[in-house]
């Protein structure tokens, strides 16, 4: 009957410590999925701003070599006048 007894007040205590620490690891776990929303949105946006990096860059040296050419080519005319 003891045992029966420690059995009983043994599930209580374990259905009380369930309903207390429940609602905690829910809403944790309702915080790791918004961050890995906000990690997925902010991986999206990584992806877009090295896309946009990596056009400005191309049209930079783009620009340089053609700055160069015509450096070349007023030098030419130079020597040729």
Known sequence: MDLF???AGGLALLFALLSVLAPRAAAQTGHIAAEQATS???EKEKQEETKNR???M???FANGNQATQDAQAIRQQLQTA
Do not use: C
């Open 40 to 42: 997925t949105e902010t």
């Open 54 to 56: 990596a056009k400005l």
């Open 5 to 7: 007894l420690a059995k």
């Open 58 to 60: 191309k049209t930079h």
